[in-house]
Nanobody
Framework: QVQLVESGGGLVQPGGSLRLSCAAS????????LTWFRQAPGKERELVAG????????NYADSVKGRFTISRDNAKNTVHLQMNSLKPEDTAVYYC?????????WGQGTQVTVSS
């Protein structure tokens, strides 16, 4: 059974930090490209950060460059998103996505709220 389970979301003040994690099971994790997306109320889902299958390359949305860092641990089948200097506009549900040859899986999402 394929599972992607996000954790680490919550309420944080502007300028604060959170670290999201996504634990994967049921497929060949190391063969997948991993991406964090987010969706704010009333907005479309958008790409936040992605990392290649062995972590050799990463890409970020312009809005998070320099503040967020994506990383993966293929030995533990996990991907993380370190989020620093959070802003109210980062408030959204964050989703983990794993994509490879013939598959495209999503987690259930974790809420991040940035507010004072």
């Amino acid at each position: 059974q394929v599972q992607l389970v996000e954790s680490g979301g919550g309420l944080v003040q502007p300028g604060g930090s959170l670290r999201l994690s996504c634990a994967a099971s049921g497929f060949i994790f190391s063969a997948s490209a991993l991406t964090w997306f987010r969706q704010a109320p009333g907005k479309e889902r958008e790409l936040v950060a992605g990392i290649s299958n062995f972590g050799g390359s990463a890409n970020y949305a312009d809005s998070v460059k320099g503040r967020f860092t994506i990383s993966r641990d293929n030995a533990k089948n996990t991907v993380h998103l370190q989020m620093n200097s959070l802003k109210p506009e980062d408030t959204a549900v964050y989703y983990c996505n794993a994509q490879g040859r013939g598959f495209n899986y999503w987690g259930q999402g974790t809420q991040v709220t940035v507010s004072s």
